[in-house]
């Protein structure tokens, strides 16, 4: 069975700090994979999605980048976080196999940027 | 643009019936998605809707008119542990989800 992973739980860092936010998945080749920010009590933002190694494309221009340096591997990633960073980040895979292509959440990290 | 619309908060009672609904506006459709998000947790896959009608999951059914672009989720004999933020989301003609903002759920005794 696929499970996906994502590290750390919890993080609080000082505005001005870089970030690093790691997703894994097992279980599954050439997945699609996706990271998405959820502000308090709202919905899901979609930042970065990608259907390939090295295949990156961006929803929101902001302080944040990603990478896929591994087929199963997803970075988050920010040189100098900001005080809007903060959120609870979201990794998610599908697979387009024939449908319906639902996502599959990991855990989640909630980020506090004080 | 692509929107989403659902209610923000619902409240229900212990063993009853409730009916969450959605309406979308999508550049393309590929299907409707229910997700259940329990506080301060993932979401997590409930339902899918791409056909007209009544999709029935046990205790948890959703309902999809195409042409109204309309979608609802009906949970029936609630229970404490149903209290969550129940996620509409729309698939657009190039397989992305857009979602909306939750509608959250609190059940009472």
């Known amino acids: 069975s696929q499970t996906i992973h994502q590290w750390p739980a919890t993080l609080v860092q000082p505005v001005g700090s870089p970030l690093s936010l790691e997703c894994t998945v097992e279980?599954?080749?050439?997945?699609?994979l996706y990271w998405y920010r959820q502000a308090a009590g709202r919905g899901l933002q979609l930042l970065f999605y990608?259907?390939?190694?090295?295949?990156i494309s961006s929803e929101v221009p902001q302080n944040l980048s990603a990478s896929r340096p591994q087929d199963r591997q997803f970075i988050l990633s920010s040189k100098k976080l900001l005080l809007s960073d903060s959120g609870f980040y979201l990794c998610?895979?599908?697979?387009?196999?024939?449908?319906?292509?639902?996502?599959?959440f990991g855990p989640g990290t909630r980020l506090t940027v004080t | 643009g692509q929107n989403i619309d659902q209610p923000t908060e619902m409240t229900a009672t212990e063993g009853a019936i409730v009916q969450i609904n959605c309406t979308y506006q999508?550049?393309?459709?590929?299907?409707l998605f229910w997700y259940q998000q329990h506080a301060g947790e993932a979401p997590t896959f409930l339902s899918y809707?791409?056909l007209d009608g009544l999709e029935e999951k046990g205790r948890f059914s959703s309902f999809l008119s195409r042409s109204k672009g309309y979608s609802y989720l009906l949970l029936k004999e609630l229970q404490m542990k149903d209290s969550a933020s129940y996620l509409c989301?729309?698939?657009?003609?190039?397989?992305?989800?857009?979602w909306g903002a939750g509608t959250k759920l609190i059940i009472k005794p």
């Open positions: 999508t550049s393309g459709f590929n299907g």
């Open positions: 279980g599954t080749s050439n997945p699609n």
């Open positions: 989301a729309a698939m657009d003609s190039n397989y992305q989800l857009i």
């Open positions: 998610a895979w599908s697979v387009f196999s024939g449908g319906p292509y639902e996502q599959y």
């Open positions: 809707n791409v």
């Open positions: 990608s259907v390939g190694i090295g295949q």
